[in-house]
Nanobody, 124 residues
Framework: VQLQASGGGLVQAGGSLRLSCAASGRTFSMYDMGWFRQAPGKERDFVAGIKWNSGYADYKDSVRGRFTISRDNAKNTVWLQMNSLKPEDTAVYFC??????????????????WGQGTLVTVSS
């Protein structure tokens, strides 16, 4: 499956952004989806994940209550709504896909397909 992330940009602290990830090539509903981020000099880190049928979602503790992951299998798209953004949310954000499983994985190596990344910069 091919993934194309978009929606990043520059926003002030407290603002919002909505990231999108469009999938193509294979049946989107076969995959659990995740969002990861990588800040300069740091490892890629799990942000949020959602089951193939939207039946369950999980979040990194530091974004829980501020970020919301959602998907529409008919549109082959997964989104990450980010509210109350903080400077520490600054990173390149990646969407990723893995074959259905349980639980939602937060491990980078378990995701089979990756988008190219979109940069989110939060100014203080």
């Amino acid at each position: 499956v091919q993934l194309q992330a978009s929606g990043g940009g520059l926003v002030q602290a407290g603002g919002s952004l909505r990231l999108s990830c469009a999938a193509s090539g294979r049946t989107f509903s076969m995959y659990d989806m995740g969002w990861f981020r990588q800040a300069p000099g740091k490892e890629r880190d799990f942000v949020a994940g959602i089951k193939w049928n939207s039946g369950y979602a999980d979040y990194k503790d530091s974004v829980r209550g501020r970020f919301t992951i959602s998907r529409d299998n008919a549109k082959n798209t997964v989104w990450l709504q980010m509210n109350s953004l903080k400077p520490e949310d600054t990173a390149v954000y990646f969407c990723a896909a893995k074959s259905r499983g349980w639980p939602i994985s937060s491990e980078v190596h378990e995701y089979e397909y990756w988008g190219q990344g979109t940069l989110v910069t939060v100014s203080s």
